[in-house]
């Protein structure tokens, strides 16, 4: 790396080395997890027909299950990618030849965007795949999976609403971070549930009750308030909620920085 590269505050090349050793470090595991789920696939394609299961593409149960492979690996990957922060690899964290800003934009980044993006790509030709596998054992062509449908934008909305909080937990939780986010997620749902509940039960009047169902808000038969209330939902679990954990998580790793320095 260049002298005048080594100077700058902020380096987009130091990022990328470190998204590169970030690949380097999970590509085992995220190898393993795909080679099983391949196997498994292969067997339900030799296997007897009450055992077999579509995992093709968009026509059947297969268009939940890669994007829901993605999604739930996803967090696991977002609950451990601070992970090295704490206890006997800090010392490594600490003195990798970056600032702690370019650290966390790197984690982030390899989170948030780059490994859906992977993990599609990963998920498209393993379909493809096992499409072709299917034609050659005589059970005829699979559709393939891709993730351009409502369905996985749908899934894309939570994954960018949930992710940034289950790397604000990895950089929170010393321990059992994913265990411990999904503890204050459920606790923090639970508390808005009831307070919201409260609040609807003694103020709005209307006809029909409060009902909130896979992230939708009616309020009986009124619409106008049934929209702004949907409105104000979705613009805290998509926006406030993601947004303060980023800036929650940007303070703590350049926290965690400053004080492992002058220590």
Known sequence: MKTSELERPFSPLR??????????????????????????????????????????????????FWGNLIFV????????????MHGSGAPDWLLLPA?????????????????????SVGSSAMSGLLSVLSF?????????????????GGLALAWLSLAPVFIAGSIAFRKHSLLATVGVLAGAATATTI????????VYSGSGGFHFD??????????????????????????????SALVFSWFRVREKEASDAVQ
Request: no cysteine.
């Open 99 to 119: 600032t702690g800003s370019e650290k966390f934009v790197a984690g982030a980044a390899w989170v948030v965007v780059l490994w859906p993006l992977l993990a």
């Open 214 to 243: 896979s992230g939708r808000i009616a309020l009986g038969t009124d619409e106008a308030r049934s929209g702004a209330l949907q409105i104000l939902f979705d613009l805290w679990r998509y926006a406030v909620l993601p947004v």
């Open 73 to 84: 690996f996803g967090i696991w990957l977002a609950s451990r990618s601070f992970a090295s």
């Open 195 to 202: 307070v919201m509940a409260l609040v609807l039960y003694f």
């Open 15 to 64: 990022i990328a080395l470190l998204l590169r050793n970030r690949l380097f470090e999970e590509i085992g595991v995220i190898g393993i997890a795909f080679g099983i789920v391949f196997s498994l696939s292969l067997l339900t394609l030799v296997g007897s027909a009450g055992f077999r299961v579509d995992l093709g593409g968009q026509d059947s149960g297969a268009s939940a």
């Open 136 to 152: 050659l054992l005589g059970r005829g062509w699979q559709p393939v999976w891709h993730p351009f449908t409502s369905a996985t």
